[in-house]
């Protein structure tokens, strides 16, 4: 009998290699090899001939639109990241950090989504039943018609609900906790391996296709905080959201990075409590501490995820270093913006600051992805350093470029609205900015250079 052919696979990237190497040259990452079977995956045998292939059937591309029916939880948070619920036949994959919440916020999702009639099956790999029970009732889920099972096997699993759908009994909804867990008997690797992940991934996506059933796959996160595996899962799926937060606060955000039916920025923000997750509608007042005690290095930024408006606090301290080499800490921001911005305040503002250490701190464990925080953290750092408080109420947005000159940024009226409905009462953001016409009863300051934004601060409170 011939020996069975093997082969090196990178567990980050998929790259194959017929001979082991310490560093995958597609990725750079080092001690990513496995070996695995030439033969494995779907379709793939020694004695496998190529056929003759069927056409596709076409479609006009000017034919009619069906809205892609959905499936709501009435959650508006978890909602509002899918684009109004979940699409029926859809995949979804959740990561997020162990420990962060997954298992709990879909065991809630899938309590919710029994409550209104839904037929939901929850799949553990990693639980017992007696396990995902305890949690059920620490969540006041047990009350629920959600079936469960444990197992590991794809075949089993598909089996399982087959059946299900020969009764009459076809799941709306079905989640698997977690992706890494299962294994085919149509692979000779290991389970997590890449060759495993992408088969049971793509045996559930073509379960989901072809009986309507959305299906949702949990992912664990790397340190690097990607979801581990092979990347083309992310890409064989309908959407990727991750759940992600700070296990020292108490707050969670789902953030959607893919999604085929609705926005990719969209955000939904919950809350950790000892009963489970809880929604928070007004976010803004999570991450804003006390504004009437306004103390040096603390300004307020306008931000926007999706299309809603967050008021975030960002704070800065700026100390005198004693090394040679000043320190840089950023928490929750770019660390390489944080150095652009300080080369820029030196350069094009006299601020000088190669000789402080400088920390960067975002406040309630919020991460800022959009440049548009530019504004806030120059005004912050400048404060700081100068040891004088911004104007109390005030808010501020924009980009800053490399010549010193703020750009605008985008939903500059959704940003200047939440901002007035809390309270504030002036509003920092860049000059020949849209909609800055508008009458609203909040007052408006023009920032065309950084340095005007420096003198502001420092001449106001003088």
């Not at 820029?344 to 959009?370: P, S, T």
Request: aromatic content about 6%.
């Amino acid at each position: 009998m011939a020996k069975a052919k093997q082969h090196y696979t990178c567990q980050n990237c998929s790259a194959t290699y017929t001979q082991w190497a310490g560093k995958c040259d597609a990725c750079g990452e080092w001690n990513t090899l496995t070996e695995e079977s030439v033969n494995s995956g779907i379709g793939s045998g020694p004695g496998k001939k190529l056929g003759k292939g069927r056409p596709a059937k076409l479609f006009e591309l000017s034919g009619e639109t069906i809205e892609a029916p959905r499936i709501i939880s009435k959650i508006s948070e978890f909602d509002r990241v899918c684009g109004g619920g979940v699409v029926n036949g859809s995949a979804l994959l959740v990561g997020g950090d162990p420990g962060i919440g997954k298992s709990t916020l879909l065991m809630q999702m899938a309590a919710q989504f029994s409550r209104l009639g839904h037929s939901i099956v929850y799949i553990s790999g990693e639980e017992s039943v007696g396990q995902i029970r305890m949690r059920a009732q620490r969540l006041e889920a047990d009350q629920t018609d959600v079936l469960l099972a444990t197992e590991t096997n794809v075949e089993n699993i598909l089996a399982t609900l087959d059946e299900l759908n020969s009764k009459d009994k076809k799941p709306a909804l079905v989640i698997i906790d977690s992706i890494q867990t299962l294994w085919s008997d149509r692979v000779d690797s290991a389970p997590g391996t890449v060759t495993q992940v992408r088969t049971a991934t793509q045996a559930m996506i073509q379960y989901s296709k072809n009986s309507g059933t959305a299906v949702i796959l949990v992912g664990h996160v790397t340190k690097e905080g990607q979801i581990a595996g092979p990347r083309v899962v992310e890409h064989m799926v309908d959407g990727v959201l991750y759940f992600e937060g700070d296990r020292n606060h108490q707050y969670r955000i789902l953030r959607t990075v893919k999604n085929r039916f609705g926005a990719t920025d969209e955000i939904g923000v919950f809350e950790m409590s000892h009963s489970g997750l809880r929604q928070v509608h007004n976010p803004s007042a999570l991450f804003l501490g006390n504004q009437d005690q306004q103390s040096p290095g603390t300004a307020v930024f306008a931000g926007i995820e999706g299309t809603r408006p967050l008021l975030v606090e960002i704070q800065a301290l700026v100390a005198p270093s004693p090394l040679g080499t000043p320190r840089r800490a950023v928490i929750g921001w770019d660390s390489q913006r944080l150095s652009m911005l300080l080369a820029v305040l030196e350069a094009h503002c006299g601020v000088q600051l190669g000789k402080h250490d400088v920390y960067l701190n975002i406040a309630g464990g919020y991460r800022i992805q959009e440049p548009a925080a530019d504004m806030a953290v120059a005004a912050a750092l400048i404060s700081s350093l100068s040891g004088k408080p911004l104007p109390a109420q005030s808010i501020f947005f924009g980009e800053v470029g490399l010549s010193g000159a703020t750009r605008p940024v985008n939903h500059p009226l959704s940003r200047i609205k939440e901002a007035e409905k809390l309270g504030f009462k002036r509003a920092f953001f860049p000059k020949n900015t849209k909609e800055q016409n508008l009458k609203l009863d909040i007052e408006k300051i023009e920032i065309e250079e950084l340095s005007d934004l420096a003198g502001k601060i420092l001449v106001d409170q003088k």
